[in-house]
């Protein structure tokens, strides 16, 4: 039978554990099973017929820790696999489909582990490059859906079979990186899957609630494994009979599950008495209803956002018009880019926008660095802004979950370079009411392009609830008309099309006086005409506040209970902060950011801008330093100190614009190579660059050639280097001794748990720093050239 | 199994920010701030696995009976002595910890610093609960046991982690996994070795 053959029966049996049947004949705890292929192929052979006589029709091959970072060794990869699928098919001799089996690599992915998404991709390419032979892909266990994407995609784009996706969840309902069944569906239905699965962590009875759940909004197969009951927490074992085993998983078959084995702990009596259990009953076995889930909805790796009722969409992340954007971009400060999207996720954005186009960067490269970066720190999902068919597929390849595409149009060049990467990742994409001729003035117009689009989309294969329209809002100011053909346009579409609407409003009070106070009404006369993705900067009070209220009076947000936590809140909030004005000072010293930058604005009035700098700031901060030393503050507060004097500074440069702004001091750091361990490096950092310094930070687990590059290169007088583990004070002498012998003129100063001033010393650095503000006083004496001996 | 004390992690938290003499408005609403980042992602909820095993006194190393486990070092020989069962654990405070953290320092560095102390305090006191638990049960409560040691106490090398996870089938039970130079990822994680002896009258 062939896989689409199977999946057309009743039911199918998968088979049973091979490693617990390993280990009952005698292999060790810790003892690699996938080995055994090679030094014990009749033991392999045996177990695969022991399943495939019990009643097996696809069998997993003993390869699911093949992968070269398990080995240790590329070439053992080329060796285990093949032998596997022989052996499996030997076994098999025709009776069952061979699947190869394919586990997660074994260490965690970026940003919480040192594995990025490339290398992972190159692991499983590797393992699927041997899969001749084998009839299916299995992937199971997984528990990071990056990861997973990973493999599909490798999958994807190496062989032809159907591919088989399976995660393993814990009782609450998520993986251990926070991934439901609903993240799993969305991200990966999209990518290609040819079924999805649930398999180990819990047995059959505790499996119930989620695999109900995955039934319920998957429109593709389903199939489960899983585990023999609980493990006695003694001795490991596995508890549940054959019998408890086989009554509690068919009781999942009327969800809709189709195709059924069983994980650790289970034995090819397990599955025999699955398959009698099964057959008692096969009429009664439901099928899966087609079309499932009629939100639409984008996530994240973690969080889904179902698009019913008003979802805002976080416009900042985006050069245009905005210097700092700009300005962060260039210097590839992701620091910036970071602060935007909590500060947008904590003001209620529900999904951030991305945008990196700007003449100067290497737009595909810092997409990729930015949609790595925004993920690592917001699980809201992103929208993908690019005019770059290059850049948009680069973001959508290391984009976790499933994204939006802003956008395409209705040019015949835009539908035929972007919709395929639509089609190909699995995103939304968002279709602007524009073509050749320009945006039509008319609303019949813009639909007639929407309605084209979504032609476009329905021959490519794009399911029609994944496209968003974007009916364009023109300067009410050229045409008055302009505001209601675009609100007309919604309509229409909406009604017609059955799509999901998408609009950022500003352009229509552009040249007229009051703009705020325009663009707030037409977002709400846009709300009721029926909008349903408004982008906007989540942190304009008006404009959010628009969505809110909308959102509370239209029923959306149930007993307003959202409108009054955010605004009585705020009622309160405005009532106990006093409006007292304090001196620049004051504020420096207590650590106010905002409150200083006011400060600092009014004094400037009065002061000359480098008088403010010399009389205010620097003493401020020396004095913070003083009490932090003296134990008086600790380090939370000298942090706050230096913010607030950054602030500060921020606005007083401003006003010293004539003046040359010289490229400050620059200090290079890094954590080295091995160690991935950088918060230290990171308040480093960040009091550096709040004492004025330029700092060039090179990340984690950095080799020592690239250490030595980037001295060079930004010809930096001073490089930092952290090392938190033992073992990789090794990597710190040799990227010291490097640096030393390529860039002589550069100190070197090194910090870190582990070292001390004797340590420091016999590697060759040039200073110990021993916390944050050490570093902080080496730098300062390195740049004025001044007596460091006191250090 | 208790939940964790507030006031307990607060304490240690403190210790590890070197802030045992600030006063509560030193804490800038630092630590409320703080938790309720770590809250939000998951904490202080935790997951361990553990193991017993008998132990076997060989001249170099101390061999754990039934797996592939060897521990080198003259610090844990001496911690183990006498004990003829030892139990092995891993705990993690879950990627929710790590992910609050990064957040923290997107949004306010001095935050960062404090929801790290914060997150290290929860993960000690999870692994006092988890011992207790343990040791409290049937197998156990009538034996004797040392305190909890890790790799990287005394010349306990970190090369153990990798083995040990192995052993307990860490990575797909917990989804920690171990780096090449070492360090346990998720960041908040821990694994010690807590050694069983017969009860004698004076407990060690």
Known sequence: ?791 | MKPLCQSQWRTMALGFLKMKSAREEDWLGLFERGERLLFAHGCPRFSYVYRAFPLEHRQDEIAWEGSTLRLFGTAVRSHLQGCSQGVLLCLTLGQGADRAIRKAQAEDMALAVVTDALASAMTECACDEAEEEILSLDAFSSCGATSRFSPGYGDLSLSHQEEILKVLDAGRRLGVSVSSGGLLLPRKTVTAVIGLKEKKESRE
Request: charged share 25%.
């Open chain 1, 1 to 791: 039978m062939t896989w689409t053959q199977l999946i057309n029966e009743p039911f199918a049996l998968l088979d049973g554990a091979m490693g617990t049947v390993l280990q009952q004949k005698g292999l060790q705890a810790g003892g690699e099973p996938v080995l055994l292929s090679l030094t014990q192929p009749d033991l392999v052979r045996s177990v695969h017929e022991s399943y495939v006589e019990a009643g097996a029709q696809i069998v997993y091959t003993n390869t699911f820790t093949a992968n070269r970072y398990k080995l240790k060794d590329a070439s053992k990869v080329a060796e285990v696999i093949p032998a596997a699928i022989r052996l499996a098919k030997e076994a098999a001799k025709g009776r069952a489909l061979v699947a190869l089996d394919i586990g997660p690599i074994g260490q965690l992915m970026e940003p919480t582990g040192p594995m990025s998404f490339e290398e992972a991709y190159d692991i499983f390419a590797q393992m699927l490059s041997y899969s001749q032979g084998a009839d299916v892909v299995v992937f199971e266990t997984f528990t990071e859906l990056y990861e997973l994407k990973a493999a599909l995609l490798a999958a994807k784009e190496t062989t032809d079979l159907p591919v088989l996706c399976s995660m393993t969840f814990e009782a609450d309902g998520r993986t251990f990186t926070g991934t439901s069944p609903m993240e799993m569906c969305l991200t990966l239905e999209g990518l290609g899957a040819s079924a999805l699965g649930i398999n180990c962590s819990l047995g059959p009875k505790e499996l119930l609630p989620l695999v109900s759940r995955l039934c319920r909004i998957s429109s593709l197969p389903v199939f489960v494994k899983p585990n023999a009951g609980l493990p006695d927490p003694v001795s490991g074992e596995y508890r549940s009979s054959p019998e408890e085993f086989a009554r509690e998983l068919s009781v999942l078959a009327r969800c809709g599950v189709r195709l059924f084995g069983g994980c650790c702990g289970t034995t090819p009596e397990h599955l025999a008495a699955l398959k009698r259990e099964l057959e008692q009953k096969p009429s009664d076995l439901p099928r899966l209803a087609e079309g499932k889930r009629e939100n639409p909805a984008v996530c994240s790796g973690s969080l889904t956002v179902e698009i019913e009722g008003p979802c805002i969409i976080g416009e900042r992340i985006n050069p245009t018009g905005k210097k700092k954007m700009k300005q962060a971009l260039l210097d590839g400060d992701m620091d910036y880019i970071l602060g935007q999207a909590v500060e947008q996720a904590n003001a209620g954005a529900q999904i951030l926008d991305v945008n990196v186009g700007l003449p100067g960067v290497d737009e595909k490269e810092m997409m990729v660095r930015a949609v790595k970066a925004i993920q690592s720190v917001s699980d809201l999902p992103l929208q993908l802004d690019s005019s770059s068919a290059e850049a948009l597929e680069a973001g959508l390849r290391v984009c976790n979950g499933k994204a939006i595409v802003n956008s395409v149009n209705g040019k015949k060049d835009s539908l035929e370079s972007v919709l395929p990467l639509v089609k190909r990742y699995g995103a939304c994409v968002v279709g602007l009411t524009l073509d050749e001729n320009g945006i039509p003035p008319k609303a019949e117009g813009r639909f007639a392009i929407a309605e084209k689009i979504a032609g476009a989309c329905d021959k490519m294969g794009i399911p029609r609830k994944d496209l968003f329209i974007d009916c364009l809002t023109l300067t009410a100011a050229t045409d008055q008309e302009n505001a209601l053909e675009t609100l007309k346009a919604l309509r229409l579409c909406k009604e017609r099309l059955g799509v999901k609407t998408v609009l950022g409003v500003s352009n229509i009070s552009f040249g007229l006086p009051a703009r705020e106070l325009l663009n707030q009404s037409f977002l709400t006369m846009a709300l009721y005409a029926g909008l349903d993705l408004p982008i906007l900067n989540p942190n304009n009070a008006a404009m959010a506040g628009a969505v809110r209220a909308y959102r509370a009076l239209a029923a959306w947000d149930t007993d307003s209970k959202d409108f009054v936590n955010c605004y009585s809140q705020r009622e309160e909030d405005s009532r106990a902060v006093g409006m007292e004005e304090h001196s620049l000072s004051y504020c420096l010293e207590n650590g106010l950011q905002k409150e200083a930058q006011e400060a600092a604005r009014r004094a400037l009035a009065r002061t000359e801008p480098l008088e403010l700098v010399n009389q205010a700031i620097v003493p401020a901060l020396d004095r913070a330093g003083e009490r932090f030393e003296s134990g008086a503050i600790f380090l939370p507060q000298l942090i706050r100190c230096a913010s607030a004097a950054q602030a500060a500074f921020e606005v007083i440069s401003e006003a010293m614009a004539g003046q040359e702004q010289q490229r400050a001091q620059t200090v290079v750091l890094a954590t080295v190579k091995n160690d991935i361990h950088d918060i230290g490096k990171n308040i480093v950092r960040t009091l550096l660059k709040n004492y004025g310094f330029s700092v060039v930070d090179l990340g984690k687990e950095v080799a020592p050639e690239a250490v030595a590059r980037a001295v060079e290169r930004e010809k930096a007088p001073l490089l930092g280097l952290s090392a938190l583990m033992t073992t990789t004070v090794e990597s710190m002498r040799q990227t010291v001794a490097l640096v030393k012998s390529r860039c002589p003129q550069c100190r070197i100063m090194v910090g870190g748990a582990v070292l001390t001033e004797e340590y420091a010393k016999e590697i060759g650095a040039d200073f110990y720093a021993k916390d944050a503000k050490a570093a902080v006083d080496i730098a300062k004496a390195v740049f004025a050239g001044g007596n460091t001996d006191r250090l």
